[in-house]
């Protein structure tokens, strides 16, 4: 079975605090994707990563790619109540899989 | 424009009702998806359409009926439904071949 492992399953931050979200599995993804929903809305894409070893930035967000390609991480900077949500990643192995997401709660 | 857009917002159906959910996207996407989503949980793929054929069943129960009655539009038939179908349901599209989904902002379901 393939499987997308994230961690934290939650986590409540102050405003300004920095963290970051893991996901991990034992395939090989040709690409992973990190989305963000918030409460009664769809998941909105916010980015994806193809190379192993790529990072890329969004504003206070970074996103790493493993360089075997099994692993992605994504890193916010000065946490701010608006990035309240759940974040997901998914990737393929020949089937789209998601991860069990992230509920994060910033308090102001 | 980069838009999939799901009606209606709220539905509210008793277990006797038919009703059906709508999504269409303009994006040009050649594959289309159903997913349903339980409260802080990831969303589950029933089914997907690539060029308006469905390619993928996930051994949803037959109350639940699809439909892509062309490139852009998705309907999702429902009947008899259970207390347990109450979900958020989501609809998404995709490049074909591409693993990158544009989600629509779902569907809101409660069956009494």
């Known amino acids: 079975t393939q499987l997308l492992e994230q961690s934290p399953q939650f986590l409540s931050i102050q405003e300004g605090e920095n963290l970051t979200v893991y996901c991990n599995s034992s395939s090989v993804f040709s690409s992973l994707q990190w989305y963000r929903q918030e409460p009664g809305e769809g998941p909105v894409l916010l980015v994806t990563v193809v190379t192993g070893g790529e990072v890329k930035k969004l504003k206070r967000l970074t996103f790493q790619f493993g360089d075997a390609r099994k692993d992605s991480s994504l890193h916010i900077t000065a946490a701010q109540p608006g990035d309240t949500g759940l974040y997901l990643c998914s990737g393929n192995t020949g089937k789209l899989i998601f991860g069990q997401g992230t509920t994060l709660q910033v308090k102001p | 424009d980069t838009e999939v857009t799901q009606t209606p917002k709220h539905l509210v159906m008793g277990m006797t009702n038919k009703k059906s959910l709508k999504c269409e996207q303009h994006m040009g996407h050649r594959a289309m998806y159903w997913y349903k989503q339980k409260a802080k949980k990831p969303p589950e793929l029933m089914f997907v359409y690539s060029y308006e054929k469905l390619s993928i069943n996930e051994s949803v129960p037959s109350r639940f009926s699809p439909e892509c009655p062309n490139s852009s539009l998705l309907n999702l038939h429902l009947h008899a439904l259970q207390p347990e179908d109450s979900a958020l349901y989501l609809c998404?599209?995709?490049?074909?071949?591409?693993?990158?989904?544009?989600f629509g902002p779902g569907t809101r379901l409660t069956v009494t």
């Open positions: 998404a599209s995709s490049p074909l071949g591409g693993w990158e989904q544009y």
